[in-house]
Each structure stands twice: as C-alpha cells, then as structure tokens.
C-alpha cells in the first residue's frame, strides 16, 4: 500500500509528490511513458506504469490513502481530453471504489477555464460555471464525475486551478516579445497548486467540495506585461485590444471563444480555509525568473531563443 497514488504524475503531480513525501508520505506517481517514469524516479519518489484510459493497466496500482488525479490532456482536443478527463477519471475511480481497502480521499485536479466569461467580473466557488468551448465542457463533467465519487464510498475534493506558471512554465517571451492582448491573468505558481493539495489533505478540508486555487492578485495583462519588460531591462511590448485580436480571421471559433472569456479569479475560500501561499503573488512568483535574466541565464528555454549569444 502507498500512502498517496497520484494518477498522471507530471508537472503538479511531481511537485505535489515531493512535498507530500517530504513531510513522511510515501508516494507512487503513475505514468505510461518511459520519460514520464524517469522523471518520477528522478524526483525520489516511486514510478509505477499505468495508463489510465486503460483500465486493464490500473488494476496493478497499490493501495492508497490518497488517490490524485491530476493526467492532463496538454494542448490537445476535446476528443483526447474526453478519453483522458472522463474516461480516464471514471475508470480510476471505479478502479478503486471495488477493493476491500478503498482511498480515503480522491483529488480531481481541474481549471477555472469551466467558468467561462463574465466580464471580467470575480468569480469564486458559488459563481455558477459556464465553458464555453467543447474541452472546457468536458471539465465540467469531469468535475461533476469526481465528486459522484462519494456515492461509491469515496469523498473527493476538486481543485480548481487558474494559469499554472513556475520552473520551465514562465512563458516570458509570450509578454516580453508582445503584442499583448488586453484582459486579466490568473495564476497561481505550481509550488502553491501542489501546496493547497498538500494542505487540504493533510489538515482534512474541503471533503466533497470544490476548491478555486489561484493567488492573491489577478492582474491586467497589460499591466504585468509592462511590469516584467521593466523588471527585465525590456521595453514595453506592444499592445492590442480584443477587437484588434478578433480582426485576424485566421483565428478559429474555439480560439475567438477564448479571446473573448474575461474574469477574475478569488481564493477567498482557500485562504479562509488557512492555506497560506508561498507565492501570494506574481511578483513574488516571477522573482526567480525575473533575476536569472538579470544575470543572463535561461529560466525558461524560450531565452535561449530571444537571446542566442547566451547560449
């Protein structure tokens, strides 16, 4: 038996896995890939091969305390992210919901891309979602379906992450190089989406709810974008209005949908549940980013690109 099961143990679930082991857990990480298990075993915890739009593969998967679903379907379809977020999630949860010890609780770890748009208006928890593109619908089932769990015996908890960032996610040139469109960021740094895990566990809240997790600060595009090109030493970048992005009629319908999605993001909840954030945030966040540019390194790869005489 593991202590924690984190289903697609990537970019959060290594992170999560890390902290959870190092307060005492023993944690599992499942992927299917070769590259994806050394990544696992790289970070001290143990790789176990498991692919969870195949249910014949997770009947090998230990016990656990914990189970965290956290696979992602990256930038692909709807298509993929229904065999991944609904398949995937029902066929984990079935999976443990038939054996004789079942999890205590299961983590089912989504975005606040269900919400869709409201006028860039605050939304929390109560704020009723509506996706407005096919894979931000599958989401939103796929969050309902987590937290049907409970009818199978086991509580679950969805997290509901804004704009993941952090190492190898900061994403610098997309608002260094520009041109900006307008709107409102919400982030979160991946140490604090793998930390509100980490506390809603361990301290045991949030059973059976849903959970928004994002900082302290969502923040204009423009003004953050004019923020970093300071802190960097770069000059403003270039900015364009929605209308102004709209006008490219190279832009499909799910891409004009997007643009066009506006909202604020609060973590009321989560701090009135006592998280307390590493990175409350942006400008704590980027600190790292910010100061390996200012002493020519690369925190993201995209330098190596904007700067090939530093490589």
């Not at 890390?18 to 050394?38: H, K, M, N, P």
């Not at 143990?46 to 189970?67: F, M």
């Not at 770069?234 to 066009?260: C, G, H, M, N, Q």
């Not at 600190?287 to 005489?309: F, N, S």
Request: glycine letters at 10%; one cysteine or more; hydrophobic letters at 35%.
């Amino acid at each position: 038996m593991s202590d924690v099961v984190i289903v697609g143990c990537g970019y959060i679930g290594i992170e999560l896995g890390t902290q959870l082991q190092a307060t005492g857990y023993d944690v599992t990480g499942v992927r299917r890939s070769d590259e994806g298990l050394d990544a696992i075993a790289a970070a001290g915890l143990t790789p176990h091969r498991g692919d969870a739009t195949d249910p014949a593969s997770l009947t090998s998967l230990p016990d656990a305390k914990w189970v965290i679903f956290a696979a992602s379907a990256g930038g692909r379809g709807a298509d993929t992210a229904r065999r991944i977020y609904l398949d995937g999630l029902q066929y984990t949860i079935n999976e443990y919901a038939t054996r004789s010890t079942t999890p205590d609780r299961i983590v089912y770890t989504s975005s606040t891309g269900v919400y869709g748009d409201h006028g860039g208006a605050f939304v929390d928890e109560t704020t009723p979602i509506e996706p407005t593109t096919d894979k931000t619908e599958v989401l939103a089932d796929a969050e309902r379906r987590a937290l049907a769990a409970s009818e199978s015996g086991i509580d679950a908890t969805v997290t509901r992450f804004a704009g993941l960032y952090g190492p190898h996610r900061y994403r610098l040139s997309r608002y260094l190089e520009g041109p900006v469109t307008e709107g409102y960021l919400n982030m979160v740094h991946r140490a604090d989406a793998a930390g509100s895990i980490a506390y809603l566990l361990s301290e045991n809240r949030a059973r059976n709810e849903t959970v928004l997790v994002c900082d302290d600060e969502p923040v204009d595009k423009w003004v953050f974008a004019d923020w970093l090109a300071t802190k960097c030493g770069y000059p403003e970048p270039a900015k364009r209005t929605v209308e102004e992005r709209l006008a490219d009629s190279s832009l499909s319908e799910t891409a004009k949908r997007r643009i066009k999605t506006s909202k604020r993001c609060s973590n009321e909840k989560l701090r009135t549940l006592g998280y307390g954030f590493s990175h409350p945030t942006y400008r704590s966040g980027y600190h790292a980013a910010i100061e390996a540019v200012q002493h020519g390194r690369d925190p993201d790869e995209v330098w190596i690109r904007l700067h090939p005489d530093w490589t």
